[in-house]
């Protein structure tokens, strides 16, 4: 699994909806590993910023017709916007992230674990001096409130162990999964979605396997 999920972040593999996020991720990396960094963060993620918005213009990926009428809901990280009956667009300023490179990875994992509610990178707009990147998810309906020990059981299955509240580690991989509370995983007719997560590599992680 690690080595896959190594191949994806390089770019040797694809995964749903992973080309354009893959793209930026190799843009930003500057060899370093996605993990805390010494240095001053709010400064590096002003210079990542930076680079990252001259990227955007120039492969034209500005967006400007999202419809703020069709506001659903909004939490700490995002904005949640219908689009249509099948898919939401959701606002990302990458908040709970120390770079936008690791927020990027966050999608691809998400992608690579959950491909029922993968997300699809649309673009990116700004608010003020605030950049967001804009984002396509499947519209899931929640029929029935989400048993958490559901969750606990299906992702130790899938090698994550619970380590504290609603947060998991895969000791195999050597990521983070965290925050997969009753509002961020919904039950269809006895089905969960994994519609927000928040994926973190531990240094672990970028250990050849």
Known sequence: MKHELQNILSGKSSVSHGAIIQAIASYLDDGAQAGPRVEDAKQIKEQETAKLIAFIASNHLWLNDIDFSKYISEGAEQRVYLKDAAYVVKLNDSIYYSSWRNYLINLL??????????????????????????????????????????????????????????????AEAGIILEDLHDENVLTNHGILYFIDTVFYPTPSFWLQS
């Not at 707009?125 to 499947?138: C, H, I, K, S, Y």
């Not at 899931?140 to 994550?160: D, M, P, Q, R, W």
């Open 109 to 170: 994992f998400h992608n690579f674990f959950f491909p029922d509610t993968a997300y699809k990178l649309l673009g990116f707009t700004m608010e003020g001096n605030q950049l967001f990147a804009v984002v396509q998810q499947p519209y899931v309906l929640s029929t029935e409130l989400t048993n958490l020990e559901n969750v606990k059981s299906f992702l130790a299955a899938n090698g994550f162990l619970n380590t504290r509240k609603n947060d998991y580690f895969n």
